[in-house]
């Protein structure tokens, strides 16, 4: 195997495939991403066995010669290695020569490297072809899926299928959600599609692979039995699938409100951060008192000590109430939303409450509330 390289194009790749590549592989292996010179150009994997991401480097970028000077061919190279010496290296053009399918020579007219490589019949049989069920999504549309829900997933379970992200396309739009038991988030956008299915896929992998997709359009997914695959631009990223029939959540959402708060999304985060700073770290519980004279918050903790804040600028409708919220999972509420004013709706003190953005409601928060007060 041997080639010339334009250093940018071949350091975003190594890029992308490294971000599939974990500091804590289950097989050493993994710890290299693989090269492969083919008729479509340089194609450079990352795995970790959960997410496999493949970037490739075309001969050509419109007149641009990107490759050249090449013999086809396959190796393995450690990641880190090989990625950090091309960010470091400051020449236009990289040249890549494999000796014996043992040593690698990489360098450009002032550096030089000899890496050890290891033969890519080594590495895992990885299938990355888009079958299954397919349809196109914006990619804001897409990330602001995930960057809005991924919160909301449990991050360890006995029941692994509440760490993933329930994805169901019906109807021309697509919804997630994602919950830890004791929130809930959701996010819906439009797609223009006619295909009806729902999956399950890791909200972890899910925020690893979000950034891949910056830059690029829309983004193609395709639906297996165990696998999605997201493909955009020179880019294929594949996630596994958990098994399994995600919970039907849609009876927790109250329907009717009796007490609706709205507030500045800033003002009443910085209020809650400062408050909170006498919180207990085991349920982060801080009080919520709402009325029309006055909206607080309060805390008092034996061992600390006791805070309150007032808000100023709010618009209340119900009765006075007191109610007991979670600091941390209001707080990922508010930034998960992204919006300058959100509302706080309740049906009593006791039941999930929700947290919206009084101007969309393609997203919606539920939480349950504490019982400490």
Known sequence: MRLNIDRNQFLKALLSASKAISSKNPMPILDNVKLDLTEKGLEVTGTNGEITVRSTVPYMIGDKPIITNYQQGATLVNAYTLTEGARKME??????????????????????????CISADEYPDIVLEAVGKTFTVKRGDFVSLVEQCAHAAAKTAQDAILTAINLTLRDGTLSAIATDSARVATKKVKVDSELDLTVNVPAKSLLDIAGLFEGAKTIDI????????????????????????????????????????????????????????????????????????????????????????????????????????????????????????????????????????????????????????
Not at 280 to 304: C, G, P, T, W, Y
């Open 91 to 116: 020449g236009e053009t990289i040249s890549f020569d494999v000796i014996d399918n043992s040593v690698a020579k990489i360098g450009d007219n002032r550096t030089g490297y000899k890496l050890n």
């Open 222 to 373: 395709s639906i297996s039995d165990k696998q999605a695959l997201f493909s955009f631009d020179n880019t294929v990223v594949s996630s596994r699938l958990i098994p399994g029939t995600y919970p039907n959540l849609s009876a927790a959402f109250p329907k009717v409100f009796n007490y609706i708060l709205q507030v500045n999304s800033q003002e009443f985060l910085s209020a809650i951060e400062r408050v909170s700073v006498l919180s207990n770290a085991r349920d982060n519980a801080i009080k919520l008192l709402m009325s029309d004279e006055k909206i607080e918050l309060s805390i008092k903790n034996r061992e600390k000590g006791s805070a309150n804040e007032e808000i100023n600028n709010f618009r209340y409708t119900g009765e006075r109430m007191e109610v007991a919220i979670n600091s941390l999972l209001v707080s990922d509420a508010i930034k998960a939303l992204r919006s300058e004013d959100i509302e706080l709706c309740f049906q009593t003190e006791s039941r999930p409450f929700i947290v919206r953005s009084p101007s969309d409601d393609s997203s919606v928060e539920l939480i349950t509330p504490l019982h400490v007060y």
